[in-house]
């Protein structure tokens, strides 16, 4: 047992769960001391602190930095008004504005917006809107979301069941899930040609069984481009294109997931637009109050409020207590301005640059079975599962903080990183993966 952080290590492994933890069994974990700009300071062995560039952007949130001075001011000036009123018969600047922001930011078609805590629950809403559209179009027996292998929507029951079977571990809650109905994975790789061959029979196996199942869906959900904790995993944006054609041939809503792709990670501002279409639904999440606050909004088209509304149940049925919380929507305002206000795209592309340069070394190490790069998103595959504490370890001895999973080292770094960090970031993941394999 590792005792890294001392005290408050033995403090935390008594009381708290972890993501995807055990009790019983506790994995070491870091006491943060501090954070600013890239940096965490984190306790270590000796009794010291030790200083490490956040490679993992707080899980892709934190893209403008820690302790970041215009965010900072966003969320103190909206302590100083009020932090939090109910939604409910209520309504508030920071709201209102952030939704016209989004709005005026997202695909034309997207004209709505309802803001809630986290990605999983804009999931949630995201699927609750897609069956009461059906049922409102006379569609009830339209109950299933068509989705494919490898991706990842949250952890609560209805993005979990459109989670990949295997790695969301279905097997544990048979029963209580709902089964719906997976198609196979787009084949890896976002360069492949509309007329590749793999491409197209995937779209073959699409269409088949869409038209097969076309009864029972009431709407496609994914991860444009890059599926995220389901294995960082880029794919064509040509694939997106058959999913927005069986919707419209079948009457299907398309559901894009965008809480870990929006606002610039893959390269564009939402990542629907390597693919030039639009979705019925979006969700945003995680980088929306560059992680600052706990916030996601769902998007939708107009048909799909107005049919929503003037369906059954006249109102879409869903209403959290921290519904559009002020703060978090305050400092989200902040973010996507501070985001619009600087050549982001370029910046973006700069971190993919580096990214691409300083794994490529990777590529030819042993036990490395790949490495891809799609906007500022770097990743490095082994062949085998990471020894997830080594390779912690002997990253942060090299200054960098990643979180491995499966066979995954990868990083998405913040924004704000210079090409110094970036180079920090990808040589410390070079000598890593060599070091420990
Ligand atoms: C993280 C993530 C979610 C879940 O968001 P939470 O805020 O953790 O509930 C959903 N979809 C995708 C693509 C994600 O990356």
Redesign the pocket.
């Known amino acids: 047992m590792s005792v890294v952080g001392g005290e408050w290590w033995q403090r935390d492994a008594e009381r708290l769960w972890h993501p995807y933890s055990s009790l019983s069994d506790p994995s070491p974990v870091r006491l943060v001391r501090g954070a600013d700009g890239v940096r965490l300071r984190l306790d270590d062995e000796a009794g010291g602190t030790v200083e490490a560039i956040d490679a993992m952007a707080s899980?892709?949130c934190m893209i403008h930095g820690y302790r970041n001075p215009v965010l900072d001011a966003a969320v103190k000036s909206q302590v100083d008004d009020f932090s939090h009123v109910m939604f409910g018969g209520l309504t508030h600047e920071p709201a209102i504005r952030l939704a016209e922001r989004l709005v005026e930011i997202s695909p034309d078609p997207l004209q709505h917006v309802f803001f809630c805590d986290?990605?999983?629950?804009s999931?949630e809403v995201a699927i609750k809107l897609a069956l009461q559209y059906q049922v409102a179009r006379g569609n009830s027996g339209r109950t299933r979301m068509l989705t494919v292998r490898g991706g990842?929507?949250?952890?609560t029951f209805a993005?979990m069941s459109v989670c990949d079977p295997v790695n969301g571990m279905h097997s544990l809650f048979t029963g209580a899930l709902k089964e719906q109905v997976f198609g196979p994975r787009p084949p890896a790789g976002f360069d492949r040609p509309d007329d590749d061959p793999e491409l197209r029979a995937w779209a073959a196996a699409l269409t088949a069984l869409a038209d097969e199942r076309a009864g029972e869906i009431a709407a496609i959900v994914v991860?444009p481009v890059l599926q995220?904790?389901g294995g960082m995993y880029p794919y064509s944006p040509a694939c997106l294109r058959v999913l927005r054609d069986l919707a419209d041939r079948h009457g299907f809503l398309l559901i894009l997931?965008e809480?870990?792709t929006g606002f610039g990670r893959t390269g564009t501002l939402f990542a629907s637009e390597h693919a030039g279409i639009d979705p019925d639904i979006l969700?945003v999440?995680?980088a929306l109050t560059g992680g600052y606050l706990?916030l996601?909004a769902t998007l939708c088209t107009t048909d799909v409020a107005h049919t929503v509304s003037d369906g059954p149940g006249g109102a879409l049925m869903h209403g959290p207590t921290f519904m559009a919380n002020p703060l978090a929507c305050a400092v989200a305002l902040a973010s996507i301005d501070l985001l619009l206000s600087q050549d982001w795209a370029g910046r973006v592309a700069g971190i993919s640059a580096g990214l691409s340069a300083g794994l490529a070394p990777a590529a030819s190490l042993p036990g490395v079975k790949d490495v891809r790069v799609i906007g500022a998103v770097g990743v490095v595959q082994l062949d085998g599962p990471v020894d997830m504490k080594r390779m912690t370890d002997a990253v942060l001895r090299r200054g960098v903080w990643v979180r491995p999973f499966r066979d995954l080292v990868y990083t998405m770094p913040p924004y704000v990183c210079t090409a110094e960090e970036i180079a920090t970031i990808t040589s410390a993941i070079t000598g890593a993966v060599e070091e420990v394999g």
């Open positions: 899980w892709w986290s990605g999983s629950v999931v990842y929507h949250g952890d993005p991860e995220g904790a997931d809480i870990a969700c999440g995680k706990s996601a």
